[in-house]
Antibody
């Protein structure tokens, strides 16, 4: 059974860079046919897609976040990562990683990790 | 700001049928169809259907999806208490080269 697990600091200071890693187990990130994505959900609000990456390194980003987002992949560790720069309190959210089929539907999700932006 | 439009809330009685809608445009829902996700409070979303009416393994047949033009629908029959949750639609937007979500519909089972 495929499993995804987010990891990273739960507290980030304003203007700093948020960094999270998603570790994939039960399957290979290099198996092809799937993108690997990040989604966030502010407390009490809806889902927002951040971006996704293919094992080759090809990426797609949310246009509204593109200037601050970098997603990378490490196939040797079966992990992919998110960096979100210049964070503010508005970036406080539960961050999820997920597998994306045909780069359109998210079929396996991590449990999510809450990241709070505060000094 | 959500890219797809969903009604904020729907209320139906136990064992009744609920139909949730998701409206987009020809670049997203009207192009490749929509996926539907269910999210219970405090849990990650769970995929219910994709590309209009493909159900992942283990998803009840009480959940069925369809599309008409730029509007996707999720129909839930025989409503149960455990169906009370937030439901989101998503789709690939070919003009944005991005996944877009609806704002979510809170389903209440009375």
């Amino acid at each position: 059974q495929l499993q995804l697990q987010e990891s990273g600091p739960g507290l980030v200071k304003p203007s700093e860079t948020l960094s999270l890693t998603c570790t994939v187990s039960g399957g290979s990130i290099s198996s092809g046919n799937y993108y690997w994505g990040w989604i966030r959900q502010p407390p009490g609000k809806g889902l927002e897609w951040i971006g996704s990456i293919y094992y080759s390194g090809s990426t797609y980003y949310n246009p509204s976040l593109k200037s601050r987002v970098t997603i990378s992949v490490d196939t040797s560790k079966n992990q992919f990562s998110l960096k979100l720069s210049s964070v503010t309190a508005a970036d406080t959210a539960v961050f999820y990683c997920a597998r994306t089929g045909a780069n359109s539907f998210l079929d396996y999700w991590g449990q999510g990790t809450l990241v709070t932006v505060s000094s | 700001q959500a890219g797809l439009t969903q009604p904020p809330s729907v209320s139906k009685g136990l064992r009744q049928t609920a139909t949730l809608t998701c409206t987009g445009n020809s670049n997203n829902v009207g192009n490749q169809g929509a996926a539907w996700l269910q999210q219970h409070q405090g849990h990650p979303p769970k995929l219910l259907s994709y590309r209009n009416n493909n159900r992942p393994s283990g998803i009840s047949e009480r959940f069925s999806a369809s599309r008409s033009g730029n509007t996707a629908s999720l129909t839930i029959t025989g409503l149960q208490p455990e169906d009370e949750a937030d439901y989101y639609c998503s789709a690939w937007d070919s003009s944005l080269s991005a996944v877009v979500f609806g704002g979510g519909t809170k389903l209440t089972v009375l």
